[in-house]
C-alpha cells in the first residue's frame, strides 16, 4: 500500500461520489445476488483486469499462469496509473464502460461500496470454506452495511525490519527485536552510539502516507482507532487518546533527541529505507515490500523482521495492498470470481511471497511455508492481527499533503507541542468527516 517508489498521496483529481453519482444509478448494482453453483465455474470468454500500476508485478506474473491452463477462459490485464486508479475506475462507472474485475486500493473500496457501484457478493464470500482464515483488515474494508462488496487480494503489510549486525556491535541481542514503545527508543540509542555515520532509527518524515502506514499499527496493537465507529456514523478519538500521544512522544523523542538518519525529516518516499538496505540504520519501520531489494543489496543476512509494536505490547500490521471488486455492470462477473477463486486457492498464495506480496490467507502459515519464507512468515502471522480504518475519508484524512493527520504529526513531532498537535488532529479529522457527510 505504502512501497519505496510509489508512495502513494492521494490526490484524486474528481470528487468519487461526484463522478459515480451523475449516472450510475442508470445501471444499477446486482444488490441481492443468489448464490449458485454454476457462479465462476467454467466460465468462457474474457475478463478485463484492471489493477494499480503500484502492484502490478503480482498480476502480471500470475496472469500470465492462469492463462496458460485455462483455454476457456482469458484474463485480459491492464495497468492503472499511480493516483489515477479511483478516479478512471470512477469515470468508467460514469460511461457504463467497466471492467470485469479491479484489483483496487483496499482503502479506497469503502467510498465505491456505499455508492452502490460494485457488484454484492456476499453469498459466494461466506460459502468459501477458508474465509474465517481471509485478512481481517482486507474483508472489513470489503464489507457495507453487512454485505460483501470485495474479497482480499494482495497484502502490501508494514513490518518492523532492524539491522542484526548493528544490534550486536551495540550490544544488544540480535534476536530480541524491540517489542515495546521504550524498546525502540533505547535500541535506537545504543545503536547511535556507535558513532561512524550509523543512524538508530529512519522514517519517512515528510511521506504522509508512509507514515500512517507505519504508524497507525501501533495503535492497531492495542484495538485503538482514530476513526471509530460505521461508515455514516463515524467519530474521530484523537484528543484523550493515550496511545496516540504516546506514539507521537516516541516519535518526539526520536527526533528530539537525534537519533533518526540525516534524510529522515524530508523523506518523500521514493528513498525511504535505502540508508537501512545500506547498512547504516539499526530500526526502521517500513513495507515487507522491501524485502526482495534488501536481497538485491545483499544486506538481509545482517536484517531481522519483526511486528510492529504497541506502548507496552501486542503487535499488528496495517492491512495494506488490495481487495479484489467487481464492478456492478460487468460483462463477465462469473469470468472474474473463477479467477478470483483461482487466485485464493493455496498454490497461488504460496507464490506471493518471491513476488513481494503477503499472502491474504493465514491458514497457508504452515511449518513448510515458514521453512521457505521465514522473513514473510512474520508478515504474515501480523496479518492475523492486523487492520486498517473503514472509512471513506482515509486519503482525506491522512494522505494529502495537507492532511490533518500530518499537520497533527508535525506539529508534535517536529514544533514539539504534543498537545496542541492533538487539539489540531481533532479538529482536522471532524473537518473532513462533516465534509465528507459522514
Same mark, same amino acid.
Given at each position: 500500500?505504502?512501497?519505496?517508489?510509489?508512495?502513494?498521496?492521494?490526490?484524486?483529481?474528481?470528487?468519487?461520489?461526484?463522478?459515480? &453519482?451523475?449516472?450510475?444509478?442508470a445501471?444499477?448494482?446486482? /444488490?441481492?445476488?443468489t448464490?449458485?453453483?454454476?457462479?465462476?465455474?467454467?466460465?468462457?470468454g474474457?475478463?478485463q483486469?484492471?489493477?494499480?500500476?503500484?502492484?502490478s508485478g503480482? #498480476?502480471?506474473?500470475?496472469?500470465?499462469?492462469?492463462?496458460?491452463t485455462?483455454p476457456?477462459?482469458?484474463?485480459?490485464?491492464?495497468?492503472?496509473?499511480?493516483n489515477?486508479?479511483?478516479?478512471?475506475? *470512477?469515470?468508467?462507472?460514469? &460511461?457504463?464502460?467497466? +471492467?470485469?474485475?479491479?484489483?483496487?486500493?483496499?482503502?479506497?473500496v +469503502?467510498?465505491?461500496?456505499?455508492?452502490?457501484?460494485?457488484?454484492?457478493?456476499?453469498?459466494?464470500?461466506?460459502?468459501?470454506?477458508?474465509?474465517?482464515?481471509?485478512?481481517?483488515g482486507?474483508?472489513a474494508l470489503?464489507?457495507?452495511? %453487512?454485505? !460483501?462488496?470485495?474479497?482480499?487480494?494482495?497484502?502490501?503489510?508494514?513490518?518492523?525490519? !532492524?539491522?542484526?549486525?548493528l544490534?550486536?556491535?551495540?550490544?544488544?541481542?540480535?534476536?530480541?527485536?524491540?517489542?515495546?514503545?521504550?524498546?525502540?527508543?533505547?535500541?535506537?540509542?545504543k545503536?547511535? &552510539?556507535?558513532?561512524?555515520?550509523?543512524?538508530?532509527? *529512519?522514517?519517512? #518524515?515528510?511521506?504522509?502516507?508512509?507514515l500512517?502506514?507505519?504508524?497507525?499499527?501501533?495503535?492497531?496493537?492495542?484495538?485503538?482507532?482514530l476513526?471509530? #465507529?460505521?461508515?455514516?456514523?463515524?467519530?474521530i478519538?484523537?484528543?484523550?487518546n493515550?496511545p496516540?500521544?504516546?506514539?507521537?512522544?516516541?516519535?518526539?523523542?526520536?527526533y528530539?533527541?537525534?537519533?533518526?538518519?540525516?534524510?529522515?525529516?524530508?523523506?518523500?518516499?521514493?528513498?525511504?529505507?535505502?540508508?537501512f538496505?545500506?547498512?547504516?540504520?539499526?530500526?526502521?519501520?517500513? @513495507?515487507? %515490500?522491501?524485502?526482495?531489494?534488501?536481497?538485491?543489496? %545483499?544486506?538481509?543476512?545482517?536484517?531481522?523482521?519483526?511486528?510492529?509494536?504497541?506502548p507496552?505490547?501486542?503487535?499488528?500490521?496495517?492491512d495494506?495492498?488490495?481487495?479484489?471488486?467487481?464492478? @456492478?455492470g *460487468?460483462?463477465? +462477473? /462469473?469470468?472474474?470470481?473463477?479467477?478470483?477463486?483461482w487466485?485464493?486457492?493455496?498454490?497461488?498464495?504460496?507464490?506471493?511471497?518471491?513476488?513481494?506480496y503477503?499472502?491474504?490467507r493465514t491458514?497457508?502459515?504452515? +511449518?513448510?511455508?515458514?521453512?521457505k519464507?521465514? !522473513?514473510?512468515a512474520?508478515?504474515?502471522? &501480523?496479518?492475523?492481527?492486523?487492520?486498517?480504518?473503514?472509512?471513506?475519508?482515509?486519503?482525506?484524512a491522512?494522505?494529502?499533503?495537507?492532511?490533518?493527520?500530518?499537520?497533527?504529526?508535525?506539529?508534535?513531532? !517536529?514544533?514539539?507541542?504534543?498537545?496542541?498537535?492533538?487539539?489540531?488532529?481533532?479538529? %482536522?479529522?471532524?473537518?473532513?468527516?462533516t465534509?465528507?457527510?459522514?
Amino acid at each position: 500500500m505504502r512501497r519505496r517508489g510509489n508512495a502513494r498521496i492521494a490526490l484524486i483529481v474528481l470528487p468519487i461520489a461526484a463522478v459515480v &453519482a451523475l449516472s450510475f444509478t442508470a445501471t444499477g448494482a446486482l /444488490s441481492k445476488p443468489t448464490a449458485t453453483s454454476a457462479f465462476g465455474v467454467n466460465a468462457t470468454g474474457t475478463v478485463q483486469f484492471w489493477t494499480r500500476a503500484a502492484t502490478s508485478g503480482l #498480476g502480471v506474473a500470475l496472469v500470465k499462469q492462469f492463462n496458460a491452463t485455462h483455454p476457456h477462459l482469458k484474463v485480459v490485464l491492464s495497468e492503472t496509473s499511480p493516483n489515477q486508479d479511483t478516479t478512471k475506475l *470512477a469515470t468508467a462507472i460514469r &460511461a457504463h464502460s467497466v +471492467p470485469d474485475l479491479v484489483g483496487l486500493n483496499d482503502i479506497d473500496v +469503502p467510498q465505491f461500496s456505499r455508492l452502490n457501484a460494485l457488484m454484492d457478493i456476499t453469498p459466494y464470500v461466506n460459502a468459501l470454506p477458508y474465509k474465517k482464515y481471509l485478512s481481517p483488515g482486507h474483508l472489513a474494508l470489503a464489507q457495507y452495511n %453487512g454485505k !460483501y462488496y470485495g474479497i482480499p487480494y494482495l497484502g502490501d503489510l508494514s513490518v518492523l525490519w !532492524y539491522n542484526k549486525s548493528l544490534f550486536t556491535k551495540a550490544g544488544l541481542d540480535p534476536n530480541k527485536p524491540p517489542a515495546t514503545f521504550a524498546d525502540i527508543l533505547a535500541d535506537a540509542k545504543k545503536i547511535q &552510539a556507535l558513532g561512524n555515520g550509523i543512524s538508530g532509527f *529512519a522514517m519517512a #518524515g515528510d511521506c504522509q502516507g508512509c507514515l500512517g502506514f507505519v504508524m497507525e499499527p501501533d495503535l492497531f496493537a492495542v484495538n485503538d482507532q482514530l476513526i471509530r #465507529g460505521p461508515i455514516g456514523h463515524q467519530t474521530i478519538h484523537i484528543v484523550g487518546n493515550q496511545p496516540l500521544e504516546q506514539l507521537l512522544q516516541l516519535y518526539q523523542s526520536l527526533y528530539s533527541q537525534n537519533l533518526l538518519s540525516p534524510g529522515s525529516r524530508t523523506e518523500t518516499g521514493p528513498t525511504w529505507g535505502n540508508d537501512f538496505e545500506q547498512g547504516k540504520v539499526g530500526i526502521l519501520p517500513g @513495507a515487507y %515490500g522491501f524485502y526482495p531489494l534488501m536481497v538485491k543489496a %545483499g544486506t538481509i543476512k545482517d536484517i531481522g523482521i519483526a511486528p510492529l509494536p504497541g506502548p507496552t505490547g501486542g503487535y499488528s500490521t496495517f492491512d495494506g495492498g488490495d481487495d479484489f471488486v467487481i464492478p @456492478a455492470g *460487468a460483462k463477465n +462477473p /462469473s469470468g472474474a470470481w473463477e479467477f478470483v477463486l483461482w487466485m485464493m486457492q493455496t498454490a497461488q498464495q504460496n507464490k506471493y511471497p518471491a513476488l513481494g506480496y503477503t499472502p491474504v490467507r493465514t491458514d497457508v502459515l504452515t +511449518p513448510a511455508y515458514k521453512a521457505k519464507n521465514p !522473513y514473510n512468515a512474520v508478515a504474515l502471522k &501480523a496479518l492475523a492481527h492486523g487492520s486498517a480504518p473503514v472509512t471513506t475519508i482515509y486519503d482525506a484524512a491522512f494522505n494529502e499533503p495537507n492532511s490533518p493527520w500530518f499537520q497533527m504529526f508535525s506539529q508534535a513531532v !517536529y514544533n514539539n507541542d504534543i498537545a496542541g498537535a492533538l487539539k489540531t488532529g481533532q479538529a %482536522g479529522f471532524e473537518k473532513v468527516l462533516t465534509q465528507a457527510g459522514d
